[in-house]
């Protein structure tokens, strides 16, 4: 019958789409006879498998967003004036995947040192601190969240030691150590003040990055600090 709009035509049922997933089959790309999963699904696909296989496709998804990377952003910026809104929930849901993801990788950290606060046992609201007192010096080379990634991958770290603490111990740590150190602002330029200093046992830290300058980030001030003797 024909001239009937599609919409009127009876509903033929739909044949269930059976592909034959051969067991082997080789790579348009590569050449390459690979086993069945080596290859994504394509439900257009006789076989119901593509072509070419995971490794080339993925090869080729990699070198088409490099070049193309100019028209995505492009698109991307003509998308996000159309419904900013859209744009608006879908970054802050980013935002909290990131945020969980981190936590996660936080707690597996955690794990890997213990789980609980290294001089009361808590468990909640830990954080990692530096015994040695070289915090300072790690912040320099390493974000926080790359240190907690690089713990998850390699263990414990052997360049830093790190123990955990929870908030309360930490702090209380902190304002010990603080009454136990004398700071004392040392110009950078003071070289002959400096090696004094050292030589009466102060350990010098720079801190101009710590330091708010109103007219930019010149690092001027050294931190020389000394623990003073407990007993
Ligand atoms: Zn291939
Ligand atoms: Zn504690």
């Given at each position: 019958m024909p001239g009937r709009p599609r919409s009127e035509r009876p509903e033929r049922p739909k044949k269930p789409k059976k592909p034959v997933r051969p067991r082997r089959k080789r790579c348009s790309v590569c050449g390459v006879v690979k086993p069945g999963d080596e290859y994504h699904h394509d439900s257009e696909a006789p076989d119901g498998?593509?072509?070419?296989c995971k490794e080339c496709r993925s090869e080729y998804m990699h070198e088409y967003g490099i070049a193309h990377r100019e028209e995505r952003r492009e698109a991307d910026r003509i998308r996000r004036a159309r419904d900013p809104e859209h744009y608006r929930q879908y970054e802050e849901n980013r935002r909290e995947e990131q945020i969980a993801k981190i936590k996660a990788v936080r707690k597996e950290a955690e794990q890997v040192y213990?789980?609980?606060?290294?001089?009361?046992?808590?468990?909640?609201?830990l954080e990692f601190d530096h015994p040695n007192g070289d915090g300072f010096e790690h912040r320099k080379i390493e974000r926080p969240n790359a240190m907690l990634l690089r713990i998850t991958r390699e263990?414990?770290?052997?360049?830093f030691e790190l123990q955990l603490l929870c908030a309360q111990c930490h702090l209380e740590k902190t304002r010990e150590e603080r009454a136990l150190m004398t700071f004392r602002k040392v110009s950078l330029n003071d070289k002959r003040r400096m090696k004094e200093l050292r030589e009466q046992g102060m350990s010098i830290t720079e801190i101009g990055e710590e330091l708010d300058f109103p007219y930019g980030t010149v690092s001027y001030h050294l931190r020389a600090m000394r623990r003073k003797d407990i007993e």
């Amino acid at each position: 019958m024909p001239g009937r709009p599609r919409s009127e035509r009876p509903e033929r049922p739909k044949k269930p789409k059976k592909p034959v997933r051969p067991r082997r089959k080789r790579c348009s790309v590569c050449g390459v006879v690979k086993p069945g999963d080596e290859y994504h699904h394509d439900s257009e696909a006789p076989d119901g498998l593509r072509a070419q296989c995971k490794e080339c496709r993925s090869e080729y998804m990699h070198e088409y967003g490099i070049a193309h990377r100019e028209e995505r952003r492009e698109a991307d910026r003509i998308r996000r004036a159309r419904d900013p809104e859209h744009y608006r929930q879908y970054e802050e849901n980013r935002r909290e995947e990131q945020i969980a993801k981190i936590k996660a990788v936080r707690k597996e950290a955690e794990q890997v040192y213990g789980g609980k606060c290294a001089k009361c046992g808590a468990t909640e609201e830990l954080e990692f601190d530096h015994p040695n007192g070289d915090g300072f010096e790690h912040r320099k080379i390493e974000r926080p969240n790359a240190m907690l990634l690089r713990i998850t991958r390699e263990g414990r770290l052997t360049d830093f030691e790190l123990q955990l603490l929870c908030a309360q111990c930490h702090l209380e740590k902190t304002r010990e150590e603080r009454a136990l150190m004398t700071f004392r602002k040392v110009s950078l330029n003071d070289k002959r003040r400096m090696k004094e200093l050292r030589e009466q046992g102060m350990s010098i830290t720079e801190i101009g990055e710590e330091l708010d300058f109103p007219y930019g980030t010149v690092s001027y001030h050294l931190r020389a600090m000394r623990r003073k003797d407990i007993e």
